[in-house]
């Protein structure tokens, strides 16, 4: 399996563009997890999801984020619009309700600058 | 509400030296404790988990943890340092379903 996978690595867009920050799940897993890493909270988590239905967003920061799960296989973060306080590595993990005591698979990470 | 806590900013070790890296956790119920690991740029990668049974629990890359609940603690150990451990380390309690992770101790390895 090639892990949880994430696009792009990078990004670096302008105040008041959208972002779309996108995951692909390991295959047969049903939680699906997204966590914002800074400096200055440590590792947040915004929203997450299970059988592609979101169960708690309550991390999500302000309306300006939003999150979809339209498959089994792929989700998306979107920040419409961007702030540079919004800048931040944005991480997706990935788990089985089955072994959810195994704990999470992370992606590599996007890294998110707003400028 | 659970939460970690991970009371050291970094911790600096000589190569060769035991290590310890700090996590107290505050859960209902029975905890369940995890340490990652994030090398740079790189996404978390799990190192070792306390679910239930022995106190002692081993991981990758020689790392142990020592789960002690009246202290509440579930520290991170190795008997020998590595240069190549530095990293970025992360305790983290879960509930049924998520995971709440302390901000991290940044372990550095000096030769």
């Known amino acids: 399996d090639a892990g949880v996978i994430q696009s792009p690595r990078h990004e670096v867009t302008e105040m008041g563009q959208e972002v779309t920050l996108r995951c692909k799940p390991i295959?047969?897993?049903?939680?699906l997890f997204w966590y914002r890493q800074t400096m200055m909270r440590g590792l947040e988590l915004l929203i997450y999801?299970?059988?592609?239905?979101?169960?708690?967003d309550s991390g999500m920061p302000e309306d300006r984020f939003s999150a979809k799960m339209p498959n089994a296989s792929f989700s998306t973060l979107k920040i419409q619009p961007s702030e540079p306080r919004d800048s931040a590595v944005y991480f997706c993990a990935s788990s089985s309700g089955t072994e959810i005591l195994g704990g999470y698979t992370f992606g590599s990470g996007t890294r998110l600058t707003v400028v | 509400a659970q939460s970690v806590a991970q009371p050291e900013d970094q911790v600096n070790v000589a190569e060769g030296n035991p290590l310890t890296v700090k996590c107290t956790y505050s859960?209902?119920?029975?905890?369940?404790l995890f340490w990652y690991v994030q090398y740079p740029n790189r996404g978390l990668q799990f190192l070792l988990k306390?679910?239930?049974?022995?106190?002692l629990v081993k991981g990758s890359y020689g790392f142990e943890a020592e789960f002690n609940k009246s202290q509440t603690s579930f520290h991170l150990k190795k008997p020998s340092a590595l240069v190549s451990d530095s990293a970025l380390y992360f305790c983290a309690a879960s509930g049924y379903s998520t995971l709440t992770f302390g901000k991290g101790t940044m372990l550095l390895v000096s030769p």
């Open positions: 859960v209902s119920g029975n905890p369940y």
């Open positions: 999801f299970n059988n592609n239905v979101p169960i708690d």
């Open positions: 306390y679910i239930t049974g022995d106190n």
């Open positions: 295959s047969g897993h049903d939680y």
